[in-house]
Protein backbone atom coordinates (compact mmCIF):
# COMPACT_ATOMS: atom_id res chain seq x y z
CA UNK A 1 0.00 0.00 0.00
CA UNK A 2 1.09 3.58 -0.70
CA UNK A 3 2.47 5.12 1.91
CA UNK A 4 1.97 9.24 2.59
CA UNK A 5 4.31 11.21 4.24
CA UNK A 6 3.46 15.05 5.24
CA UNK A 7 6.28 17.35 5.79
CA UNK A 8 6.29 21.44 5.70
CA UNK A 9 4.47 22.54 8.91
CA UNK A 10 5.37 25.01 11.57
CA UNK A 11 4.95 27.73 13.43
CA UNK A 12 3.61 30.56 12.03
CA UNK A 13 2.43 34.29 12.86
CA UNK A 14 -1.17 34.86 12.44
CA UNK A 15 -1.21 36.16 8.29
CA UNK A 16 1.41 34.17 7.85
CA UNK A 17 2.29 31.47 5.07
CA UNK A 18 3.12 27.88 4.67
CA UNK A 19 3.48 25.33 2.13
CA UNK A 20 3.18 21.66 3.03
CA UNK A 21 3.96 18.54 0.85
CA UNK A 22 3.35 15.13 0.73
CA UNK A 23 5.17 12.47 -0.91
CA UNK A 24 3.94 9.30 -1.81
CA UNK A 25 5.77 6.06 -1.98
CA UNK A 26 4.43 5.09 -5.39
CA UNK A 27 2.47 6.56 -8.12
CA UNK A 28 -0.90 8.70 -7.70
CA UNK A 29 -0.94 9.77 -11.08
CA UNK A 30 -5.00 7.87 -11.15
CA UNK A 31 -5.34 9.00 -7.46
CA UNK A 32 -7.84 12.29 -6.36
CA UNK A 33 -5.83 13.21 -3.33
CA UNK A 34 -6.95 15.44 -0.85
CA UNK A 35 -5.45 17.68 2.47
CA UNK A 36 -7.47 17.27 5.92
CA UNK A 37 -6.79 18.69 9.62
CA UNK A 38 -7.60 17.51 12.83
CA UNK A 39 -7.13 20.21 15.63
CA UNK A 40 -6.91 19.32 18.88
CA UNK A 41 -10.43 18.11 20.28
CA UNK A 42 -11.94 17.76 17.18
CA UNK A 43 -12.63 15.61 14.20
CA UNK A 44 -10.42 14.99 11.60
CA UNK A 45 -11.75 17.70 8.11
CA UNK A 46 -11.28 17.74 4.48
CA UNK A 47 -9.48 21.34 3.43
CA UNK A 48 -9.08 20.88 -0.08
CA UNK A 49 -9.49 18.03 -2.75
CA UNK A 50 -7.78 17.75 -6.35
CA UNK A 51 -8.47 15.39 -8.97
CA UNK A 52 -6.76 13.04 -11.19
CA UNK A 53 -6.53 15.68 -13.61
CA UNK A 54 -5.96 18.83 -11.07
CA UNK A 55 -9.48 20.54 -10.80
CA UNK A 56 -9.61 21.42 -6.88
CA UNK A 57 -12.52 21.53 -3.81
CA UNK A 58 -11.65 23.81 -1.41
CA UNK A 59 -13.64 23.94 2.34
CA UNK A 60 -15.10 27.64 2.40
CA UNK A 61 -12.90 28.37 5.16
CA UNK A 62 -9.83 28.46 2.91
CA UNK A 63 -11.49 29.37 -0.14
CA UNK A 64 -9.00 32.51 -1.91
CA UNK A 65 -6.56 31.55 0.53
CA UNK A 66 -5.22 27.74 0.29
CA UNK A 67 -3.96 26.00 -2.90
CA UNK A 68 -3.91 22.89 -3.54
CA UNK A 69 -1.33 21.01 -6.68
CA UNK A 70 -0.17 18.15 -7.18
CA UNK A 71 3.00 16.88 -9.34
CA UNK A 72 2.21 13.50 -10.71
CA UNK A 73 6.19 13.67 -11.99
CA UNK A 74 7.32 13.28 -7.77
CA UNK A 75 3.97 11.66 -6.73
CA UNK A 76 3.67 14.81 -4.27
CA UNK A 77 0.83 16.97 -3.57
CA UNK A 78 0.93 20.38 -2.11
CA UNK A 79 -0.80 22.86 -0.07
CA UNK A 80 0.21 26.50 -0.07
CA UNK A 81 -1.45 28.08 2.93
CA UNK A 82 -1.78 31.79 3.05
CA UNK A 83 -3.24 34.20 5.98
CA UNK A 84 -3.07 31.47 8.55
CA UNK A 85 -5.03 32.21 11.48
CA UNK A 86 -4.79 30.76 14.83
CA UNK A 87 -7.56 28.35 14.41
CA UNK A 88 -6.14 26.96 11.84
CA UNK A 89 -3.67 25.12 14.44
CA UNK A 90 -4.05 21.60 13.94
CA UNK A 91 -2.10 18.21 12.03
CA UNK A 92 -2.44 18.74 8.80
CA UNK A 93 -2.65 15.31 7.02
CA UNK A 94 -3.33 14.12 3.40
CA UNK A 95 -4.95 11.44 2.20
CA UNK A 96 -7.45 10.01 -0.72
CA UNK A 97 -9.98 11.82 -1.70
CA UNK A 98 -13.29 11.71 0.38
CA UNK A 99 -15.03 9.97 -2.22
CA UNK A 100 -12.63 7.59 -3.50
CA UNK A 101 -13.65 4.54 -3.99
CA UNK A 102 -11.19 2.21 -2.09
CA UNK A 103 -11.33 4.63 0.48
CA UNK A 104 -8.27 6.46 1.99
CA UNK A 105 -4.75 4.40 2.41
CA UNK A 106 -2.75 3.96 6.34
CA UNK A 107 -2.75 7.83 7.71
CA UNK A 108 0.92 8.89 8.26
CA UNK A 109 1.81 11.15 11.36
CA UNK A 110 0.96 14.27 9.99
CA UNK A 111 2.52 17.49 10.02
CA UNK A 112 1.68 20.20 12.66
CA UNK A 113 1.28 23.38 11.90
CA UNK A 114 1.19 26.01 14.37
CA UNK A 115 -0.29 29.25 14.24
CA UNK A 116 0.17 32.08 16.47
CA UNK A 117 -1.78 35.20 17.34
Known amino acids: QVQLLESGGGLVHAGGSLKLSCAAS???????MGWYRQAPGKQRELVAA???????YYADSVKGRFTISRDNAKNTVYLQMNSLQPEETAVYYC????????????WGQGTQVTVSS
Open 26 to 32: GSIVRVA
Open 50 to 56: ITREGSA
Open 95 to 106: NTDPGWPTGPVC
